[in-house]
């Protein structure tokens, strides 16, 4: 009997990521990975597609429906509607929640205020919690990334997400010292588009930039001779109109929001302790997140820090990951989990 209970109530882990919402099931792994979209009828107020459904709509709605992105830089923008996502994700892996509601860990970004992290955990009780903890998605990363954390070394995780870019140093299960910058995935892409708006007076959608920053986007200059058709509307004429660029144009669009993320490493391995700058130089630097993906990355942090960087065999889920090694190890793990303050 005590075994099905536990299945009843099962405890999840959630990345809520500005782009995408993972939710890892304790005994069952990564159980829901979709995009943090959701599709509202403005006239009802009632949700007509959540996830890879409202995704699908973006850009190609009729004017009584909005599709909105509840999160905006890794942080809750619209509390109503991220609550009413986190709850659809969580009914649909736990469809009988109701019999005995689970136990969620939820990653946030380090840099979020006191008043954006209570809005966090009012998300996850309102979507039926029994109990919400916190983890910060740095220490989620590098754990699902194997970095040993509890061990008296220092450790460097780099997490390039959607909305914000976690740049961390961890020893003895805690964060040393970490920066927070809410520059990421979604920038780049805005960079794109900012770049096809001046350059040939294109206007594209976000999807569209998305696309073209991961088939020819470079975050290294080495010279690549790739191009690719972008189709958007005339900003003079009105009319569909189609483009092809190149990869050096791409990179260079791309140049500022990554030199900032660039700086944001830099100044962590400033902020770093000595005895654990030596460290760093033999363990080096873990990248995970999506934006790590991008072509050249590695090879840029490389030469920027003079450190070996190497991206993580998970980088896309290591945050989902990491916050589900707590759930299966609670006691283990707990003491990377915010603390609930005292009152």
């Known amino acids: 009997m005590g075994s ?5 109530g099962r405890d999840l882990a959630v990345d809520l990521g500005t782009a995408n919402t993972l939710v890892y099931a304790r005994g069952r792994g990564i159980v829901l990975n979709e995009p943090s979209v959701v599709a509202i009828n403005v006239q009802t107020g009632k949700i007509v597609a959540v996830g890879i459904e409202a995704k699908r709509m973006i850009g190609r709605t009729p004017t009584n429906i909005e599709v909105v992105q509840p999160l905006k830089d890794g942080v809750i923008a619209d509390f109503d509607v991220t609550e009413r996502m986190l709850r659809y994700f969580i009914q649909k892996v736990h469809r009988r929640q109701r019999l005995l509601r689970p136990r969620i ?11 954006e992290q209570r809005a966090v955990k009012e998300a996850g009780y309102q979507a039926g919690a029994r109990r919400v903890y916190i983890i910060e998605e740095p220490m989620a990363a590098a754990i699902g990334a194997g970095l040993p954390v509890h061990e008296p070394t220092g450790n460097m995780v780099v997490d390039i997400g959607g909305g914000t870019t976690e740049v961390a140093i961890i020893s003895m299960g805690g964060i040393v010292t970490s920066q927070s910058i809410r520059v990421a995935g979604d920038e780049l892409d805005q960079a794109v588009i900012a770049f096809a708006k001046k350059e040939y007076s294109l206007m594209l959608g976000d999807r569209t930039a998305e696309e073209i920053k991961i088939a020819i986007g470079s975050a290294h200059p080495n010279g690549r001779e790739m191009h690719a058709e972008i189709r958007g509307r005339d900003l003079v004429t009105g009319l569909p109109k189609t483009v092809v660029v190149s990869a050096e144009e791409i990179s260079r669009a791309l140049a500022e929001p990554i030199n900032l993320i660039i700086d944001t490493v830099k100044t962590t391995l400033d902020k770093c302790p000595p005895e654990l700058s030596g460290d760093l130089m033999d363990r080096g630097i873990a990248l995970t997140g999506g934006g790590a993906l991008l072509h050249g990355m590695v090879d840029r942090l490389r030469e920027e820090t003079g450190m070996p960087v190497h991206l993580a065999d998970n980088a896309l889920d290591s945050v989902a990951l ?4 707590c759930v299966e190890d609670f006691e ?9 303050p005292a009152t």
Do not use: D
């Not at 990491?322 to 090694?325: A, K, L, P, V």
């Not at 283990?332 to 609930?340: D, H, T």
């Open 105 to 115: 860990v939820i990653a946030v970004p380090s840099g979020i205020t006191a008043v």
């Open 332 to 340: 283990a793990l707990r003491q990377v989990l915010i603390q609930e």
């Open 4 to 8: 099905k209970l536990s299945l009843l």
């Open 322 to 325: 990491g916050s589900g090694r």
